[in-house]
């Protein structure tokens, strides 16, 4: 008859757990999965499933017990961990966002906010375009399991223990928070550039033609304009998107000591 000690029985409950903890952080925040739709039962079932399939090749501390001072830091640890990982590519979605918010203001559409079905938000129609856009660009490059896949390196190259991220790993992070308005400048730029100079033919009208209503006729052509303009820049958006989400999982393999 076969026997489990408590020890043992510690060991097999903190394989799945602590892993569990890490994958289930970062789905909290990631995109795609830490969208507002997608329920939170599912991401639960998805990292418990996750951790299960992993759980034997993670290699657990020794000497620790799954009720003990230790046991908490090294869950604190991997929440910490998985939110950085989340986070640092949730802020490539976001600049994408912010960058159809800059182009929005330019061509007259900042009014018309609509409900974010990713962030739950209300956000700017074109921003909420570019974001369901760049979301399933993301999906088609299989981001998705790229994701999952450095978090299971992430458990080799980073193991569980007390000591996880430190300072300079956290400081990169607050540093990688620039992106979000460098990347939306980069995208944003080559349309914000086009309205302007649509403005500024606008304002020598409005020089030329006193008598004429600008706000009778610029905002319908204002608004035209600024539409074949998000059509042509489209390619600059996706490539702008790839240049970033590459940079992203250089980050997270950085960060998961790859």
């Avoid at 607050?174 to 080559?190: C, E, K």
């Avoid at 550039?193 to 020089?207: D, I, K």
Wanted: with cysteine.
């Amino acid at each position: 008859m076969m026997t489990i000690t408590s020890k043992e029985l510690e060991q097999g409950i903190g394989a799945v757990f602590w892993p569990f903890v890490r994958i289930g952080s970062c789905f909290m925040v990631a995109p795609v999965f830490g969208a507002v739709s997608v329920p939170m039962q599912l991401r639960i079932v998805l990292a418990g499933a996750v951790a299960l399939l992993i759980a034997p090749l993670v290699p657990m501390p020794s000497g620790v017990a799954l009720l003990s001072g230790a046991s908490v830091l090294i869950t604190v640890q991997q929440v910490i961990i998985g939110v950085a990982l989340g986070f640092s590519l949730q802020l490539v979605f976001e600049a994408l966002s912010l960058g159809g918010q800059i182009i929005a203001n330019g061509m007259g559409l900042s009014l018309s906010f609509n409900l974010d079905p990713l962030n739950g938000t209300s956000t700017p129609a074109l921003g909420q375009l570019y974001m369901v856009l760049v979301t399933l660009l993301f999906l088609l490059l299989d981001g998705h399991t790229a994701l999952i896949r450095i978090l299971v390196e992430g458990f080799r190259t980073l193991p569980i223990g007390t000591t996880g991220l430190g300072p300079r790993a956290l400081w990169t992070v607050a540093n990688w928070g620039s992106v979000l308005f460098s990347g939306a400048l980069a995208v944003a730029l080559p349309a914000v550039t086009a309205l302007l100079v649509a403005n500024l033919a606008f304002g020598v009208m409005s020089r030329a033609a006193p008598t004429l209503n600008l706000f009778a006729t610029g905002l319908p052509i204002s608004l035209v304009f600024g539409l074949l303009v998000i059509i042509v820049s489209l390619p600059v958006v996706e490539s702008g998107f790839v240049r970033l989400l590459g940079q992203a999982f250089l980050l997270l393999r950085q960060l998961s000591g790859a």
